[in-house]
Structures are given as C-alpha cells and as structure tokens.
C-alpha cells in the first residue's frame, strides 16, 4: 500500500464517526442578532463543509455542516445604525454604565457561554478541523482570558477610585471608551482570538461590529442568545457577509471608531484607507509573520528540534506565532535536518477527534494547491524534501514537508505559507540571520537557539528592535496573556494582552477642580450621593 493510499485510509464513512464527537444535526443558522434582536433571515446563504472529508461511493467528499447568512449592505448598515444610536455619542446606557455593572453583565455572559461548550467546541473541531483536545483547550482558554479581563479592569478601576491632587487641582483619571468597534476575527483561533479583542472592547464600554471568520462562523451561533440576554440592545450586533461587500461601506461612512482586525497587513492597509477620518480612527490589529528560529553552533540541536516541530507544526503550523523559517548554522545543519525529518516522521495524522492527534485537515480550500506551488518552485531552486513523504497530499490533508537547504530565490524565504512546511537556511555567520530580520516586512518573534551567554546577548540586543519578543530556546508563542502580544513593521498595530487590550479600547480622561471650598462640597456632593459613574470613589472587590 503507497503512503497516499495509507491517508486516504485515515478519512472514515459517516457512520464510523464515533458518536460523542458527531454532530447530530446540520446546523442551519437562518438570523442574526441586531439591537437586541434575533432578527429572521431569508435570503441567500453560504455553505459551511468542513474540512473533514467523508467516504462515500463517489469517493471523499467534504461533509457538510450547515449554513449561515450572507447578509447585504443593508443589514450591514443597519447593525452600524444600531451600534452607533446604542453608543449615542458616548450617553448611551453601555457607555455610562458603571464598570460593576458591566462586569456583572459579562459574569452572566461566562455563565451562558458555558452552557453551550459542547456544541461549541465540536464546531471548532469540525469546521477547522482542530483536533478536539485543542478545541477544548480553546474554549478553556478563552474562559480564562475573559474571567483575567474581569481581574484587570476592577485592578485598573481601583487604581482610579482615589482622587489625584496636584498643584492645587484635583482630578479623577478614569478609562473611558472610544465608541463603535469594528471586530474581525481569524479562522485559526476563531473564538479565542476573536474574544481577544471582542470582550476588552465590550467590557470597556464600547458597542461592537463582530463580523465571524470565514472559517468559523458557525461556532458562534449557540453564543447569539448570550450576547442578546446579557447585553442592552445594540451593544453586540453581527454582520455576515462578503468582507469585500458589506465592510468596504462601513469603513466609507466614518462612523467605525476602531477597526480591530486579526488578518492580513493587504486587508488591513486597504480598509484603513477608506475611511474618511483616519486620524480619528483606532486600528488594533494582529497580522502576518515569518517569524524566524536561529539555531547556532552552540544549541542544544535535541531541544532545537523539538521546540521546531512543536512551532512549526502546531495546528499544522497555521498560527501567526509559528516558526515559519529556520535557520541553522551550518556546522550542524545537516544533523539538525536529519533529526527534525525523524521528528516530524513520528507525528500522528489522522481525524480531529482521535487521541494524541497532531496533523489534521486544512480548512482552506486553497491551501493544498499554494503549498504544493511552494514545495516545486523550492525543489526547482535546489532545496530537497528531506522528509519521507513530505508534501504527501489527499483531499485536505497535506503531510509536512521538510525543505532544505532553502534560500533567497524561494518563494519560501520570504513568503508566509501558514501551513505544514519547515523551510531550513543553512547560514555561516549569525549576522546573515539578522539581516534576513532587518530586511524582512513582519517583525513579530524570533527564536534563538544557543547555550552560549555571550553569543545569546548578542543576538538579543540588534533583534529587539527588530522584532516584539525574542524567545530563548523556546518556540514562538502568544502566551501568557498576561504578557503584551504585538508587533512591528507589518506585523501588528496596538499591543494585546489581559491589560493592554483594555488601554487599547479605551482613553484616559479625567475630571478636574481647583480645591475652592466651593468644588470641594460639590464634588463631596456628587461622591456621597453616588450621582455620577465615572466621579466616584466606589472599590469594587
């Protein structure tokens, strides 16, 4: 039996599904949540196959998991409307809201978001193809993250409960929103990256555009009716759609506040041109990498290996903190290339839902034939598939690909494939990997190998101002969340963490009086009588 025959063996038929893992029923969404409503929709739909293919007498065949809206400008428009008379120029009910209270409204949130963790969860697996133990993970995780944003924002808030005095003058300093926000998320980390930035612009008293990925739209359906019970009207509102029809014209009406996009720098470029006012637009944005792994003469080439497979081939390296170029010097490339092929050779492929899983489907369509183009025009510019079977494909699944020795003429070198394919640079001086760095358009993470202190200082102090985390003999990675995720070049704008998400989404503002015994007693006053939200001296516990 071939190695391609072996994969298509690893597709099942529908009754071979096991059953705590199926879903029952196809999920036909037919409304979407506006100005507090669960407004019906008739019109035309997308298709949603997952990435999982199906044997059948006609061989394999995507399943089909259901459908949603492809609403219009229209709905669009209105969801802007709506999001915009919700926010009322900052005195809407949202925005003067105490911070206790929005609190509360996103504890009741959590509550109602963990009562639909299984269907949830399953949605990843299946319309991502994410394994399902990582799928868990995700869910898992982004309950975490929220109940981390509740901790910092009352931390924040009670910083701000006291009164400052300066030169005569006192002044309460407290975060205040910054009006409609625009959210995009991305198809790898559909919930937990998209609640990322979703929750701090909520909780902070902003009203919210939440357009789903392509990739991951169905997910978020069982959430509709949490976000309507737990918010007012026109606080959270869904737009579908083609991006390139209904967001176009929100951007042109002037009226998006902040565009918070995870995707790609062309998009992101392009959307924040259209608007009419772009200096009154806040652009909080995750977008592309090639983050880079050096390993010098002096790693650990055992741990090397290791933390390469793991960041390059996580969610079969379709994450935006994945290595996605290695250089090794080339003193020990060759053994390092060796044990990585090995590595890579052990992984398990299979189904999403089967144990200790680590290769699965590829969601995109596309992504097979653009990987396939990447592996030929390296192999046609000298590089060699180290690995047995590297760039095996079947349907939705490509086998990793080992390509070495790759270099400037590939479109690998610089191209960010967001897929299972290891491109290694032998180097002879490390000042070669630092100018890849420095002439490179992303600047999100590097990994530096090395068991050298002095070698390792001299690599940290250049590449810091190239990059926003440089990692020692570790992988890439966004975590912890409490640490700021973010970028240069055309890697990312604004910086995300638990912390710094909520800055983002909001702007210091301040009341201020000279201490005339006049202000004192008014200010005494509206403190006492708890007449105002935002000047108070409320602790919140």
């Excluded at 959590?110 to 869910?139: A, C, H, N, P």
Aim: net charge neutral.
């Amino acid at each position: 039996m071939s190695f391609t025959e072996d994969l298509e063996k690893m597709f099942v038929r529908e009754n071979e599904i096991p059953e705590q893992y199926a879903i029952k029923e196809e999920i036909h969404q037919r409304e979407y949540l506006c100005n507090g409503e669960m407004k019906p929709w008739n019109g035309k739909v997308q298709e949603v196959y997952s990435p999982v293919c199906i044997r059948t007498e006609n061989g394999l065949q995507r399943k089909l998991i259901g459908t949603y809206p492809v609403c219009t400008e229209k709905e669009a428009f209105e969801a802007l409307d709506t999001a915009v008379a919700a926010y009322d120029n900052g005195r809407g009910q949202w925005p003067t809201m105490s911070v206790a209270d929005r609190i509360k409204c996103i504890e009741k949130f959590i509550g109602k978001m963990r009562e639909q963790k299984d269907i949830v969860v399953k949605l990843i697996m299946w319309e991502i193809g994410k394994s399902y133990s990582d799928s868990v993970k995700e869910f898992d995780r982004t309950v975490e993250y929220i109940y981390a944003t509740i901790d910092a924002l009352k931390d924040i808030d009670r910083d701000s409960s006291r009164f400052t005095i300066e030169q005569g003058i006192a002044a309460q300093i407290r975060r205040s929103p910054l009006g409609v926000v625009l959210c995009m998320g991305p198809f790898n980390y559909p919930l937990n990256e998209t609640f990322t930035t979703l929750i701090p612009a909520i909780i902070m008293g902003n009203t919210l555009l939440f357009k789903p990925p392509k990739h991951g739209t169905l997910l978020h359906y069982p959430l509709l009716k949490a976000f309507q019970e737990c918010f007012p009207k026109g606080v959270v509102n869904t737009i579908y759609g083609r991006g390139n029809v209904i967001v176009p014209g929100l951007m042109q009406s002037g009226k998006i506040n902040v565009l918070t996009l995870i995707g790609s720098s062309k998009v992101a470029n392009e959307l924040k041109k259209l608007h009419p006012k772009v200096n009154r637009l806040r652009a909080i944005l995750g977008l592309d990498a090639k983050n880079a792994a050096i390993i010098t003469s002096n790693a650990d080439v055992k741990l090397a290996v290791q933390e390469t497979v793991l960041g390059s081939l996580s969610f079969n390296g379709q994450r935006c903190t994945a290595l996605k170029i290695v250089f090794v010097h080339r003193s020990i490339a060759d053994d390092f290339v060796k044990q990585l092929s090995a590595e890579v050779n052990k992984l398990k492929y299979g189904m999403p839902w089967e144990a200790g899983v680590a290769l699965t489907p590829l969601p995109e369509p596309n992504k097979p034939a653009y990987l396939k183009e990447c592996i030929d025009d390296a192999v046609a510019n000298g590089a060699k598939v180290m690995n047995e079977n590297g760039g095996a494909t079947v349907e939705s699944f490509v086998y990793p690909a080992v390509l070495y020795p790759v270099n400037n003429k590939m479109k690998l070198y610089r191209e960010e494939q967001f897929g299972p394919l290891i491109p290694v640079i032998p180097f002879d001086h490390v000042e070669e990997t630092i100018e890849y760095l420095i002439e490179s358009t992303h600047g999100q993470q590097v990994s530096i190998f090395s068991n050298n202190d002095k070698e390792l200082a001299s690599l940290i102090d250049p590449l810091v101002n190239q990059v926003s985390r440089v990692n020692i003999n570790c992988q890439c990675q966004r975590g912890p969340d409490v640490f700021p995720f973010t970028g240069r070049k055309d890697s990312a704008e604004g910086t995300l963490s638990v912390v710094d998400a909520l800055r983002s989404f909001s702007i210091r503002s301040l009341v201020a009086a000279k201490l005339t015994e006049s202000n004192k007693q008014i200010i005494n006053e509206i403190v006492s009588e708890h007449e105002s939200n935002f000047l108070s001296t409320k602790f919140i516990f």
